[in-house]
Structure formats: C-alpha cells, structure tokens
C-alpha cells in the first residue's frame, strides 16, 4: 500500500510538472521598488526569463531583497544599470557581484565615481562583466516587447554630484522613468532638451527632495504613480511636505517604501 501511494504521489507530481511546463506563459513584467531604506534599488523582472536591476541601494540588505522577490534558483542578473555613484545607490552591488553572475553593467560616462565603485568595477572585470559607458544617449532592447532608453546630460551639465542618467522604460502600453538623484537645475536640461519622458510610473528623484521634481517636470512626465524610495524618519526629511502636496495637487497617486515596504507593480506587457 505505501508503494502503491508513493507511486501515486509520483504521478501526480509528474502531472503538475506537465501541466506547468506547458501552460501558456503570460509575458509579464513585475516591477519592485525594493525597500532597502534610504537609498534606491529597483528590480524588473520580465517573465522570469530577463532580470534588470536599477541601483543598489545603501547596503547588503539588497540579497535579503532579492531573496524575497526572485526565485531561489535565480543567481544571474542580465543588466544592472547604476543611476550615479552616491553610496545609497551603489553599496549594496559590492556583494551582488560576489554572489550573484551579472551579464552586463551600464553607467554614464563621466559622472564622479566615489566609493565603493572601485570596488564594483574591479569585482565586474574579475567576472567577466561587460561594461557599458553612456556618453550621450542608448538605447538597450529587452525584448520584443520592451526597450530602454538612457541619457547621459553630464557634456551639458557638470558642477553637481547628483547628476544622473535618465532611465525609461518603453513597452507596448507600460512606460517607467526614473532620473536617480537629478535635481532642479538638471530637470531644467531635460526639459529644455525635449526628451519623451512621459511615462506611467515615475520614481520620485533624490528620494523625493523638494530641490527636484519640479512642478513643470512632473507636467511633462504625466504619471499615474509616483514611487518614492526612501527610509523611514530620515535625517533629511525627505519626501518633502511641499512635493506630496504638488503631486496631489496633480492626481499623481503616491507609494512609499517607507510606509509600505517594497512595492511591487505588476503588467501584463500584451
């Protein structure tokens, strides 16, 4: 009899297995502004099949992030794009590229390197990492479906740290921009330079800083949501009292790390 139910056990696993194996696959993107205090660290996950992630936040507390969001098996990154080279956006890959295999690294060119990021590149040259400067502008495919977009306007504006590339996103019918710690003067560049950046979601910049995310910039971008990556009861205040009342003001709809932990979007990209 217990031959009999283990056999039993065994074929219905085998069943579910099938099943499974050839279920339709949906081509989905889950999108998670992963809470990893303050800093910023953003994970796309399309299909389980191409992972990407944007910045890596302030410290080790990315793995336990990853952990939660991706399946045990997966130990391989296909592009981790770094925004600029504050510590609250890089600390965190220093670890990531010992434990995990990443296919390729994008960063702007030109913009002021601080530690660790000596660290990060001599742990990509060790792995084999390809390694992609922006000088002006890219475009990097994901899939048939989606493609990035990123500009680098460091020749045309160099006297702040904060500079940072502006990532979007493009599908279909889903579009994400993020401008990692950019501020007013840098927002003035992109508007002045008529870039697309209308886009669905949008991650406030410097973490939600009153010296960003300008009420003309926020016009141009038309999100739906604004995430705002940031810790809880920071030193800096940030998000600023007056960007949450420009973005009300606005109907842009408002998530928080700080107030709901990592948050996650999903899309179906057909």
Known sequence: MKKRGLLFCLFLGLVFFLFIYFLPQQNFLRLSF???????????????????????GP????????????????????????????????????????????????????????YPAEIIFQEATRQGTKMVAVKEMASLVVNNDCQFKLWNLVSRYTNDDNNSLVTKLECHQFSFLAAGDNELAAEKI??????????????????????ANSQKFLEKIKPQFMIISVGEDNKFGHPSEALIKRANDLGIIIK???????????????
């Not at 992963?34 to 890596?56: R, S, T």
Request: glycine share 8%.
């Open 256 to 270: 928080r790390t700080d107030q709901l932990g990592s948050i996650n979007i999903f899309t179906n990209l057909r």
């Open 190 to 211: 992109i508007l002045d330079s008529q870039l697309n950046i209308e886009a669905n979601i949008f991650k406030a910049s410097h973490h939600g800083a009153d010296n």
């Open 59 to 114: 410290s080790d507390i990315l793995l336990r992030r990853l952990g939660e969001s991706l399946p045990f098996y997966k130990r391989k990154i296909d592009l981790v794009i770094i925004s600029h080279f504050h510590e609250d956006h890089i600390n965190g890959l220093v670890e990531l590229f010992r434990r995990y295999q990443i296919d390729t690294l994008v960063f702007g060119e030109g913009l002021e390197k601080k």
């Open 34 to 56: 992963l809470d990893v205090g303050q800093g910023d660290a953003c994970l796309l996950n399309f299909n389980n099949e191409k992972i990407i992630l944007l910045d890596g």
